[in-house]
């Protein structure tokens, strides 16, 4: 095993890759950092990764709530709204030119050289605290569909009315000593392999999904539906009807956002053509499937099951049979979900790997690298604070999850408090200053009027999501039960 110390460029230790500093002949690009190589391909793969999440199993449930008219008009306003935003925050990777000015590696950087003061502090708190309950809920999602994978195997052998209990902390666990290891890739740009198997596990359930609703539609049984969702007094209260569009509406809202990820992808890319071009491609490609496939999924998973639709028609069981296939789909889910949790994980770990060589550059506890041969892999490098920090972050998420397993519940409130000045604010008042929009100008009431109605859906968003996480608590049960 050989050891090297990597302080030798800032800008090289923290990119990650130690090979960049210790061959001088080696490419590299304008910033001194190993030559980018990421491709608007790879970039549509990362983008698709984080957002189809199985959260679009779900989808008929906020159909449900809202009606034919609404739910698919908000699926659409919500995907250009996002796409809109994606593009201006693309344009603010460099500044202040954004085809040749200096790079920006992560968001605060971003804010940092556009706008300043305390609105970093503030992104950063959106940012990486809407990162950190991602990666909370992923583990908790991942093992949901593990369990569903036993679930299914019971009701197909016992019957569908069969009393099965099964804990999902074994699972969650399992999932934890996933993570370790994939905790130990060195930076986003080593990604590509792990978001392109799940972009096709996106794929795969997604379609399981939308063909199962099909299946059920020609079938003939499917539950009644409205123009307007649910109603009062047959399938809800007048409050939970309130309460439920909210949320409903929130989780669309939501189901699109990348945007604490993009400038973490766009930094992946090569200069040609630009950054921001080739990431304006990739969001269109990223959004344009995304919603593709959600207006399938919520509208035929609402035709198939009507008001009665539920949470996840795969983990929920809206489907028990081909059994195989639900298994199959739930194991997809549980894939993707693997790379998913890297794709948000990486941000968290290399902000705080940059702090502590920026606070402790002499340590080589934090800046030296080992390198290591590994069967069938060749060589990898590893460096000790990385293995410890990253080991640390995993296990603390994972018993987080076993402790609070109805944290998702929590993470529709987190998304409604990130949401508005990560997807929404601080692309705005970026673009403003970035191309000089002038006050009062009718582009500058028009983008502060987005930022208004978008604060009020996050709002209204978090107080749907309040009485939800108050509605999970009350009917909370430790283990996850076949007759529930």
């Not at 009507?306 to 795969?314: E, H, I, S, V």
């Not at 892999?377 to 402790?403: C, E, P, Q």
């Amino acid at each position: 095993m050989k050891s090297f110390n990597t302080d030798h460029g800032h800008s090289a230790a923290e990119s990650g890759d130690v090979y960049a500093m210790s061959d001088p002949t080696k490419n590299v690009d304008d910033d001194g950092r190993e030559k980018r190589t990421g491709t608007w391909l790879t970039a549509s793969a990362h983008i698709i990764t984080a957002v189809i999440g199985s959260g679009v199993l779900s989808l008929a449930w906020a159909i449900a709530q809202l009606g034919w008219i609404a739910g698919t008009l908000i699926l659409i306003i919500f995907s250009f709204i996002t796409y809109f935003t994606s593009t201006m925050l693309a344009d603010c990777y460099r500044a202040p030119d954004p085809i040749t000015g200096k790079r920006n590696y992560t968001y605060m950087d971003v804010v940092r050289s556009y706008l300043g003061g305390r609105k970093v502090q503030l992104c950063g708190v959106a940012q990486y605290g809407n990162l950190i309950g991602i990666t909370v809920g992923y583990t908790i999602t991942a093992s949901i569909s593990l369990v569903a994978v036993g679930k299914a195997n019971c009701y197909h052998n016992k019957g569908h009315h069969a009393d099965c209990t099964i804990s999902n902390y074994p699972y969650m666990a399992a999932f934890g000593i996933i993570q370790i290891l994939l905790s130990q890739i060195p930076n986003f740009h080593k990604l590509s392999f792990l978001s392109l198997m799940a972009a096709v596990m996106s794929f795969a359930y997604a379609s399981i999904g939308i063909g199962l609703a099909i299946a059920t539609v020609a079938g003939g049984k499917v539950g009644k539906t409205n123009l307007t969702g649910t109603v009062v007094g047959v399938d809800v209260t007048a409050a939970q009807k309130i309460w439920r569009s909210f949320q409903a509406v929130g989780d669309i809202a939501f189901a699109y956002a990348y945007a604490t990820v993009l400038i973490e992808i766009q930094d992946t890319l090569r200069s040609s053509p630009s950054e921001s071009k080739a990431m304006k491609r990739a969001s269109f490609v990223g959004v344009s499937t995304t919603t593709f496939f959600y207006i399938l999924c919520g509208c035929l998973g609402y035709a198939a099951f009507g008001n009665k639709a539920p949470g996840d028609f795969l983990t929920d069981f809206g489907f028990f049979e081909p059994f195989w296939l639900i298994d199959f789909a739930n194991a997809c889910i549980a894939v993707h979900l693997i790379g998913a949790y890297q794709v948000f994980a990486q941000p968290i770990f290399q902000f705080v790997e940059k702090k502590c060589k920026s606070n402790w550059p002499d340590s080589k506890f934090i800046t030296s690298e080992y390198s290591v041969n590994i069967p069938f892999l060749g060589k990898f490098s590893i460096n000790l604070f990385r293995l410890v920090w990253r080991t640390a972050y995993v296990v603390i998420t994972t018993l987080v999850a076993m402790i609070f397993p109805f944290f998702n519940a929590i993470l529709g409130l987190i998304g409604a408090a990130s949401f508005w000045p990560l997807t929404v604010y601080f692309p705005v008042e970026m673009h403003i200053a970035q191309t000089k929009v002038k006050k009062y100008s009718p582009r500058w009431i028009g983008l502060k009027m987005l930022c208004w109605v978008c604060l009020i859906v996050s709002l209204l968003a978090a107080a749907g999501s309040i009485a939800g996480l108050i509605s999970s608590v009350k009917t909370y049960k430790p283990f996850r039960t076949i007759h529930e």
